[in-house]
């Protein structure tokens, strides 16, 4: 298994292109199945998750060419079982169980287990799927959904931690061949459910209200072949923000939607930096001393629980009390035991961490548990005193295309050990 060694205490300065949007490009591949008809979509990021979901997608009965960030798909003919050593790698799988439903009219998809961010349940999915029409089995360990017919309906998708964006995608992909009209209420607002919302239009579904509270999906009889350009990844341009904050005289991410980003540049704004938003770039630069803020995670437009633990290594070096509380996955803190080890002073109470900012980080071996937080950790590397070494890449490399290198390029002193 790979490592990353950081080696703390270079400044960063200069631009990075800001890749396609992972949490975009998944569940747009998996519309693609929704067509028999060709569909090419451009700068898919290359990352492991991607991967994985061409594979289902070539389970399925998909044939899938890739070349420099562009895919074609075309799902002549699908079948509609994917089993777990299939689906388990990645848990956002499961956005195949809309686009197979709504083709097929039935769907059997291996459960999703938890993961380190929580319990990640998928029962709104399902109470989506079943007031379309679509009986649910869940049985050894696989959720099979079926229906002679799917019919258009009013659907709450609110849950006790807000909306779901996957669910919301997946029922947005099953209601597009639904008969009649489907109203999507308490839906996600996330900029990826609206490009979703854009693809599928292009391939002739009905959809509107994309990035509102309330979608409505005219049901169309089929869907043609389309070609269609991922947005940038907000949450991969945030964390070369955080980088810039953390250890940065000047960071300029380009390729960037700045609206897409409010949240995250407001926060870096009331910690003090300089943020600078035009056209498609976005710099942050220092501003004097750093100050503590207070954050809570929301759903879109609020801040992004994908940025928590990046804001988190950059409040354990500012100086003051920070206070972050995670609304969305409110287990979502393993960083935080490894930011300690690195001399990070912060404490857990529930969902809420308060941050005792310290002068000086440490590098110490710490171990990447999920995406973000190994993101947090390599953040925590650049300012550090020695070296970190962050074990687990994997996790890194599920979500970031090419994180180590994009920093050396802005002058991090970072190399990646094979392993
Ligand atoms: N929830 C339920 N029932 C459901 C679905 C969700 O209770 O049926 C709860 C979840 O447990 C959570 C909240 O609702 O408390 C929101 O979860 P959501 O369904 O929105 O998460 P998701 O769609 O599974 C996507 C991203 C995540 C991101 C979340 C929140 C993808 C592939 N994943 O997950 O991204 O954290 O939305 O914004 O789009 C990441 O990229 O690192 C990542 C984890």
Known sequence: MDKILVHGGNSLAGSIKISGSKNSALPILAATLLTREPCTIHR???LSDTHYMLQILTHLGAQVERASGIVTVTADKVQSVAPYDVVRKMRASVGVLGPLLGRCKEATVSLPGGCVIGDRPIDL????FEALGAAVRVESGNVKVFAPKLAGAVINLRGKFGPTVLGTDNVMMAAVLAEGTTVIEGAAQEPEVCDLADFLN???AKIEGAGTRRIIVEGVSELHGAEHYIIPDRIEAGTFLVA???AGTGVTVNRVEPKHLTAITDALSGCGFKIE???QSITVSPNGAPKPLEIT??????FPTDMQAQMCALLSTTEGISVITENIFP????HVAE???MGAEVQMEGATAVIQGVERLTGAPVMASDLRASAALVLAGLKAEGVTEVSRVYHIDRGYEHLDEKLSELGAHIERVKA
Do not use: S
């Open 277 to 279: 938003a035009k056209n």
């Open 44 to 46: 898919v990021p290359d």
């Open 297 to 302: 995670t929301e759903p879109y437009p609020g």
């Open 331 to 334: 287990q979502r803190y393993m």
């Open 244 to 246: 810039g904050a953390i």
């Open 339 to 341: 930011l300690k080890r």
């Open 125 to 128: 999915h399902l109470k989506g």
């Open 202 to 204: 292009k391939m002739g």
